[in-house]
């Protein structure tokens, strides 16, 4: 008998023998001790080889792709053989190492899961061995132990659960009459879509369900609120937990412990047999999507897990995606529709602050916004402030000569920790200690230009000392439960108000806050990417719909020196009908998604030089498979047929260093998938033998910087 054995490492399958003493203890599914390089590798065996020397050359290795490690390039092909590559593509015999040990008595991946990790690996052009990876807890695989959960709910207060009203009931209504289906639950912030989910749950009798939230932030609240309604039946899943909870979580789900999985990106693949729902809240976020590694998005691959299991999913959000709501105008998904607050709520007042004209007391404040801060605050309601820039200032500049200190590894400038005195890097987490004089021309006048969530901070704690006030951003909640605990003392109104980066502005229903506020608007607005103005919109929407969820109407201010802006239109009048219009007509005209589909190659090398050299080699082999000479064919299999694609470089990343890698970069656009990936499998094929470079492919991109 012989197996194919999947790693958690960037490969594909291996095949192996399976002695006569194991052959009846092997399935599909099952965990297996095996022999790898000069130790032994816990792996899954996903299939059966009749042939392995056929299967062995057929499978051969997945394209380049994602980042290397030792284990990636251990064999140059995937097979658990002692033969070099000569022998294997002469087709010679083949000596297979033999697995060891068969670990389970019963299948540990259902092979629903398998089907899900195989599919994520391809539609990626990656390896399923990387998306067993991320599927799995590194932990199954090392044998650890289970840890006890530092989070007890013996302290949760029942939720009051209201009537539904007849928005909410029709939408349920239509959920829980059908057995498959994609569902965009469209509904306004403060619409009850939550109990919309609760209760779709409720109705799948013995089935599970998973429901995936954008944010660490938000699992507090909502972890609350499934708690309050089904126990101990909750398993959940975020960065929060130590290696061990996240085992006792997984085993849960695994041995069928509880009916929801609830969490963030990775909980997609939460190892359920039996499911029939998966729910997607605030569907639109970017945190949806993995930067590093499989580039995968957890909203896509939920719906693939839907299409393969032939089960029901609902996406939520205020403010879709442009995608989602495009297919669900189309039809391709079911348009579900909350228009109006639970209870008739009031929908917040807008108002936008023009800075060019307001008074100011501070660089990031009006005396406006001060005053109505000081009000709530007097009324006994909390606020919440946005700023999407944490750190106290984005650099340090040098008034005599103009020199900002940079990260030497990247090629962004460093943002000014006032908490630390250090100057940080938000890409590769490198800091540096400023000096008392310019290292250019020893001057000694510096200044803080810009503002971040730690200035503004200060500036409100000097200006109204009387405020309790706490910050919510990736350096005050690196600590375990810190989320955690600002939630808990927003809830408990230990706090006036909450300011920070976008955290506070996701999903968070804090009835007492009746004002919410943004300080630098302009911050996002001009970033270069297509999808800048759609995300201002998502943002800032998300943000107002904080503001008056309780009994008092809610007010919202966005200070700006833009205020012009078309995007401030549509967020004043809470119109995403009128944004996605407008929007929807730039796409089309560009033919960006939905009317096109991305794949974003990029290239990495850690010299410039040998950067901009190999890239002229790469750039003559792409020209070359795409126009091949007269009478000739392309490169074997890879000549591409590019009258539907369009190719944008290749040319430096717009963030051109990175952790030490000088970064190239080339969009493939079109509107034929199939044509678009064997592009960029063509791609791949033709650099594989260029040492000096690192290839990454990103398919469907959010982030083109």
């Known amino acids: 008998m012989h197996v194919q054995v999947l790693f958690p490492i960037n490969a594909e399958a291996f095949t192996y023998l399976v002695p006569d003493e194991l052959q009846s203890k092997v399935k599909t599914g099952i965990r297996v001790l095996a022999p790898f390089k000069k130790g032994k590798k816990v792996g899954i065996v996903v299939g059966f080889?009749?042939?392995?020397?056929?299967?062995?050359?057929a499978r051969g290795q997945s394209p380049r792709s994602n980042l290397k490690t030792d284990e990636d390039i251990a064999t140059s092909r995937n097979v658990g053989t002692r033969n070099d590559k000569n022998e294997l593509n002469d087709k010679k015999e083949i000596t297979l190492k033999t697995i060891e040990a068969v670990l389970d008595e019963e299948p540990l991946i259902p092979e629903n899961l398998l089907k899900l990790i195989k599919w994520t690996g391809q539609y990626y052009i990656s390896t399923s061995g990387l998306a067993l990876k991320n599927a799995v807890p590194s932990g199954i695989f090392e044998g650890k132990k289970s840890g006890k959960s530092r989070i007890t709910y013996d302290d949760i207060r029942p939720v009051k659960i209201l009537n539904l009203n007849s928005e909410q009931k029709k939408a349920l209504s239509e959920i829980t009459n059908v057995q498959s289906g994609a569902f965009l639950l469209h509904g306004v912030t403060g619409s009850g879509k939550t109990e919309v989910y609760l209760r779709a749950i409720e109705a799948l009798g013995d089935k599970e369900a998973i429901v995936l939230v954008p944010e660490i932030a938000l699992t507090a609240q909502i972890i609350d609120r499934f708690r309050s309604r089904f126990h101990e039946k909750v398993a959940f899943f975020h960065s929060g937990l130590s290696p061990g909870e996240r085992i006792s979580q997984w085993?849960?789900?695994?041995?069928?412990?509880?009916?929801?999985?609830?969490?963030?990106?990775?909980?997609?693949?939460?190892?359920?047999?039996?499911?029939?729902?998966?729910?997607?809240?605030?569907?639109?976020?970017?945190?949806?999507?993995?930067?590093?590694?499989?580039?995968y998005s957890a909203r896509d691959v939920a719906l693939a897990r839907a299409k393969i299991e032939g089960i029901k999913i609902v996406l939520g959000s205020a403010t879709p995606s442009m995608e989602t709501f495009y297919h669900a105008k189309k039809g391709n998904i079911r348009y579900l529709e909350l228009k109006h607050r639970i209870e008739q709520k009031p929908m917040p007042r807008v108002e936008i602050i023009d800075m060019t004209k307001e008074d100011k007391r501070a660089l990031s404040y009006s005396n406006k916004l001060l005053s109505v801060l000081k009000e709530n605050v007097s009324r006994g309601h909390q606020s919440l402030i946005m700023l999407n820039r944490r750190g106290y200032s984005p650099f340090l500049m040098c008034t005599d000569c103009g020199y900002t200190y940079k990260c030497p590894a990247c090629s962004i400038t460093l943002t000014y920790h006032k908490?630390?005195?250090?100057?940080?890097?938000?890409?590769?987490?490198?800091?540096?200690?400023?000096?008392?004089?310019?290292?250019?021309?020893?001057?000694?006048?510096?200044?803080?230009?810009?503002?971040?969530?730690?200035?503004?901070?200060?500036?409100?704690?000097?200006?109204?000392?009387?405020?309790?006030?706490?910050?919510?951003?990736?350096?005050?909640?690196?600590?375990?439960?810190?989320?955690?605990?600002?939630?808990?003392d927003m809830e408990e109104k230990k706090i006036d108000v909450l300011l920070g980066t976008q955290m506070v502005a996701?999903?968070?229903?804090?009835?007492?806050?009746?004002?919410?506020?943004?300080?630098?608007?302009?911050?996002?607005?001009?970033?270069?990417?297509?999808?800048?103005?759609?995300?201002?919109?998502?943002?800032?929407?998300?943000?107002?719909?904080?503001a008056g969820r309780g009994d008092v109407a809610g007010e919202v201010y966005i200070q700006t020196y833009e205020p012009l802006h078309y995007v401030f239109d549509y967020v004043r009048n809470h119109d995403y009908e009128g944004f996605y219009k407008k929007e929807i007509?730039?796409?089309?005209?560009?033919?960006y998604p939905p009317f096109g589909k991305l794949i974003r190659i990029i290239l990495s090398f850690k010299n410039k030089d040998s950067a901009v050299k190999t890239m002229k080699d790469i750039s003559k082999r792409i020209e070359k498979?795409?126009?091949?000479?007269?009478?000739?064919?392309?490169?074997?299999?890879?000549?591409?047929?590019?009258?539907?694609?369009?190719?944008?470089?290749?040319?430096?990343?717009?963030?051109?260093?990175?952790?030490?890698?000088?970064?190239?970069?080339l969009i493939l656009k079109g509107k034929n998938s199939k044509s678009l990936r064997h592009t960029a499998l063509g791609i791949l094929e033709i650099t594989k033998d260029i040492k000096s470079v690192r290839i990454d492919v990103d398919v469907d991109p959010i982030n083109l910087l």
């Open 49 to 57: 080889d009749k042939d392995p020397s056929v299967a062995v050359i």
């Open 419 to 488: 908490d630390t005195k250090t100057l940080n890097c938000h890409y590769c987490n490198s800091y540096l200690e400023p000096q008392d004089f310019c290292p250019e021309c020893k001057g000694t006048k510096t200044k803080y230009i810009g503002i971040g969530t730690q200035r503004i901070e200060e500036e409100l704690r000097a200006l109204i000392p009387e405020l309790s006030l706490k910050r919510m951003d990736r350096d005050t909640t690196k600590r375990k439960l810190a989320h955690y605990r600002i939630v808990k």
């Open 506 to 546: 996701k999903g968070h229903d804090f009835p007492d806050v009746t004002i919410a506020a943004v300080v630098f608007a302009d911050v996002a607005l001009n970033l270069p990417d297509f999808r800048s103005s759609e995300r201002t919109f998502q943002l800032f929407t998300q943000l107002a719909g904080r």
């Open 251 to 295: 085993w849960k789900i695994r041995n069928g412990d509880v009916k929801v999985a609830l969490g963030v990106r990775s909980a997609v693949f939460a190892p359920f047999k039996n499911l029939g729902l998966i729910v997607i809240d605030e569907e639109h976020e970017a945190s949806y999507k993995q930067f590093e590694g499989l580039r």
């Open 585 to 591: 007509e730039l796409r089309k005209e560009l033919s």
């Open 625 to 665: 498979i795409i126009h091949p000479p007269l009478g000739k064919g392309g490169r074997g299999d890879y000549q591409v047929n590019i009258s539907d694609i369009e190719i944008l470089g290749p040319a430096p990343a717009p963030i051109e260093k990175i952790r030490n890698y000088w970064r190239w970069h």
